[in-house]
């Protein structure tokens, strides 16, 4: 038997992404370079110019108009692929509910990127939460090897038959796009296998069919074309599930719509997204040794909403902690309601406290989380609270 | 009112799959005033049918027999434009 894994590569979160694509090899790929995407798109046009993948490279004058591009390739049958951070997410907003209603599954990697002002390159999820609303899969990585995994894996939620939904792979601006790290890919017959060839709905250049796509849609027919979309999302919930154990069998790696460390018999668990999921388990481990029993998750699946694994996951907690690497100013961080909402179908609910951290880049150290259990646990905690913001 | 096709049944991501369906989408719905001619006074000029942009004028053997209800969106044109003021507009709330 052939090995399924190839060797082991040390390589930056961007690369990874890039490595992911060229083995994927869509059909189509337009993208706008922003730091910190910068270098996907870079080495993925390398990838294309050396002839070791076949796709149609488009160069555009904008994020709007790749994005404009990408959908209208979809919509015209071809796999498409982009990518992009912060303001380029921003300059594309006005076209990703409108990806979402034409329900072409467009992979788009996003390198998290806080989104300006003040101008800021570093590393926040002020740009894809933006894009919480949109209808668009949202999925996270935590090191560069979940940045490789999750853009393999996406294309094969998104094109679900009953998804066709597109989506967004996050990795952390920096941390993960420009760390080299250590990371097993899998062999490129072994991916190409997984995701397996692009079968499109109604495609725009089967002329033997013909179609009009991106309708005027009154208020009989808006309401429940977004109710399919509430059901596509609803479905995917399902597949993601079906895809991590098919890829958990390829890769060894399984991956889940929650993912829980230390949390069964903890009495105060932490919610946090992207790669400071790996610091607060460093952060869990080392107050585990202090005797403090504490645990963290991370929803690896953003949209749809893993509320039915976060509420079970609340389930006789002292106290929940969300870890909001945003804030919606005036309120809380985007995260801390949508917990607070899934923790509503238990009977009882844990003390709740949100903790704002990480703006701009700004460094969150192991020590930092562990100050969070602290403060929680001895009961000195705001409803809000900022991490480590200079007096 | 057309036959609404719900969220069950449409096709998904606001595709329309067959030609000429516009014809099934009844904008006489929209109306609130309906073209009414006098057929005493109405001399077959056919400039109504011409001036019509939803094609509602109903015409057979090159006269003016009536209009096409499910589509007359109740503009006003036909009966503006008639050389013998033979179109007036009245208020249709059915």
Known sequence: ????????????????????????????????????????????????????????????ESEHSALTLCTTA??????????????????????????????????????????SGPININNDHGDVMSARDTGWLSIFAENVQEAYDMSVIAPKIAEHPEVQLPCLVNLDGFILTHAIERMTPLESQEVKKFVGPFKPQYPLLDTDHPVTHNLMDGPLYYFPHKYQTVLAMKKAHDVAEDVFAEYAKISGRQYHQLEKYMCDDAEIVAIVLGSSFGTMKEAVDRLRDEGMSVGVAMPRVFRPWPAKEI?????GKKAVIVMDRHLSIGAYGPMFPEVCAAGTCNKEMPAMYNFIYGLGGADTMVSDFMSVFKIVSEGKADKVNFVGVKA | MVNLVGYKDLVVGDRVIEPGSSEKFHTGDWRSVVPTIDSSICIDCLTCWIYCPDDCILVQDDKVVGIKTTHCKGCGICSKVCPKHAITMKEDFS
């Open chain 1, 1 to 60: 038997m052939t090995s399924k894994v190839g060797k082991d590569i040390a390589i930056n979160g961007d690369s990874a992404v890039a490595l992911a694509w060229k083995q994927i090899d869509p059909d189509v790929c337009a993208a706008y370079p922003i730091t910190p995407q910068t270098i996907i798109v870079e080495r993925f046009s390398e990838y294309v110019a050396n002839g070791e993948a076949t796709t149609e490279f488009v160069d555009v």
């Open chain 1, 74 to 115: 979809c919509s015209a049958g071809a796999r498409t692929f982009t990518a992009t951070a912060s303001q380029g997410l921003a300059y594309m907003w006005e076209m990703l509910p409108i990806t979402a209603a034409m329900r072409v599954p467009i992979i788009m990697a996003v390198a998290n990127r806080t989104v």
């Open chain 1, 311 to 315: 509420a079970a996951l609340m389930k």
